[in-house]
């Protein structure tokens, strides 16, 4: 760990679903270690993570900055769990050199709000945007949707690892539903 997460006073609490250990999740389900008899295993044997944290400062330019980083440094995919407010060109130029640039897949959550209208940076040019589908491969009933999402991965009762540390949970490992789990799928 890094940064705020290597604090042992860390700051709880200020994400208002007590998600603060969202990245871990989603980071577990992209890679988990396979074949170890441990916990879970991730969608990508073999895989590394390259972790870039925004949260819970972000802003326009730290969201850019941390995508330019990730394709700068060879991230072949950019996998984001993250959206919401409008579009912008700053995000828009970061996710556009990554994929032109330095060739680079980007992944966008299209949000968990059950509605078509258009979630950035989801909706952005240059992303693949992923919904999420129930365990009747049918759409979540929480997905986003619209002719703006590509396409869709299973994002309900999805395991992967959580911070026991966080008061929130009691558990190393949680089963959560959102696009954000679907996309690092």
Same mark, same amino acid.
């Given at each position: &760990?890094?940064?705020?997460? !290597?604090?042992?006073?860390?700051?709880?609490?200020?994400?208002?679903?007590?998600?603060?250990?969202?990245?871990?999740?989603?980071?577990?389900?992209?890679?988990?270690?396979?074949?170890?008899?441990?916990?879970?295993?991730?969608?990508?044997?073999?895989?590394?993570?390259?972790?870039?944290?925004? &949260?819970?400062?972000?802003?326009?330019?730290?969201?850019?900055?941390?995508?330019?980083?990730?394709?700068?440094?060879? !991230?072949?995919?950019?996998?984001?769990?993250?959206?919401?407010?409008?579009?912008?060109?700053?995000?828009?130029?970061?996710?556009?050199?990554?994929?032109?640039?330095?060739?680079?897949?980007?992944? &966008?959550?299209?949000?968990?709000?059950?509605?078509?209208?258009?979630?950035?940076?989801?909706?952005?040019?240059?992303?693949?945007?992923?919904?999420?589908?129930?365990?009747?491969?049918?759409?979540?009933? &929480?997905?986003?949707?619209?002719?703006?999402?590509?396409?869709?991965?299973?994002?309900?009762?999805?395991?992967?690892?959580?911070?026991?540390?966080?008061?929130?949970?009691?558990?190393?490992?949680?089963?959560?539903?959102?696009?954000?789990?679907?996309?690092?799928?």
């Amino acid at each position: &760990f890094t940064g705020d997460d !290597a604090n042992v006073n860390h700051e709880w609490d200020w994400h208002p679903y007590d998600a603060e250990d969202h990245g871990t999740h989603c980071a577990g389900i992209a890679a988990g270690v396979t074949n170890n008899l441990i916990g879970i295993a991730g969608a990508s044997q073999n895989s590394k993570i390259m972790t870039c944290k925004i &949260f819970p400062y972000v802003s326009d330019v730290a969201a850019a900055n941390a995508i330019i980083y990730a394709a700068d440094n060879g !991230a072949d995919v950019i996998s984001n769990s993250w959206g919401g407010g409008g579009s912008s060109n700053t995000i828009q130029s970061a996710i556009l050199h990554a994929r032109n640039t330095m060739g680079s897949i980007v992944l &966008f959550a299209a949000g968990n709000d059950g509605v078509s209208t258009p979630h950035y940076p989801g909706a952005n040019t240059g992303v693949v945007c992923v919904g999420a589908t129930n365990s009747s491969d049918g759409r979540a009933s &929480f997905s986003n949707y619209g002719s703006w999402v590509d396409m869709c991965a299973p994002g309900t009762n999805i395991w992967s690892c959580t911070d026991p540390a966080n008061p929130a949970h009691n558990s190393e490992y949680q089963a959560w539903d959102g696009t954000s789990m679907a996309t690092p799928l």
